[in-house]
């Protein structure tokens, strides 16, 4: 009942004819606007040099061991994470998404865009020589571009 600003009738819209009135009602639907929290941007990750940190971080913990208790296993748990997010944080950046971002896109796709691009480019160069193995080339790129989307 909060959310309802009007509810009423509007004679003036009313159909010729008819008894039926038209009822108009406004509610307040404002929905907030979520917060972006910063996440990790494992996709940017140097991953060889995080690997190496992580072996380096890992090969001073204890071998391991059977384990007694649940204390024990709480123990051992805690510090594997602790190495763990020790190297995310070293590693990995922070970042702040867009809400209009397309979070599907990747590094990867930006590159065979950009080789699609520079390539078609050149087929237009050489647009009077159908001949020429740059229209195979464009063609062939595009295929591929468009089977990793």
Not at 27 to 36: L, N, V
Not at 40 to 57: H, P, S
Not at 128 to 142: D, F, G, I, L, S
Request: proline share 7%.
């Amino acid at each position: 009942m909060n959310a309802i600003i009007k509810c009423d009738t509007e004679d003036s819209k009313r159909p010729i004819k008819t008894d039926h009135y038209p009822i108009v009602t406004q509610i307040d639907i404002h929905a907030p606007r979520k917060a972006w929290k910063p996440r990790w941007n494992f996709r940017l990750t140097d991953w060889k040099e995080m690997v190496k940190t992580l072996k380096g971080d890992l090969a001073n913990i204890p071998p391991p061991t059977e384990i007694a208790n649940i204390q024990e296993f709480n123990n051992r748990l805690k510090t594997l994470n602790e190495r763990i997010q020790n190297a995310i944080e070293k590693h990995v950046k922070l970042m702040t998404p867009s809400p209009y971002s397309k979070r599907w896109w990747t590094k990867e796709l930006a590159d065979e865009k950009k080789k699609m691009q520079q390539l078609g480019g050149r087929s237009k160069y050489h647009q009077k020589n159908t001949q020429h193995p740059v229209h195979t080339e464009y063609r062939q790129q595009r295929n591929q571009y468009s089977e990793m989307i």
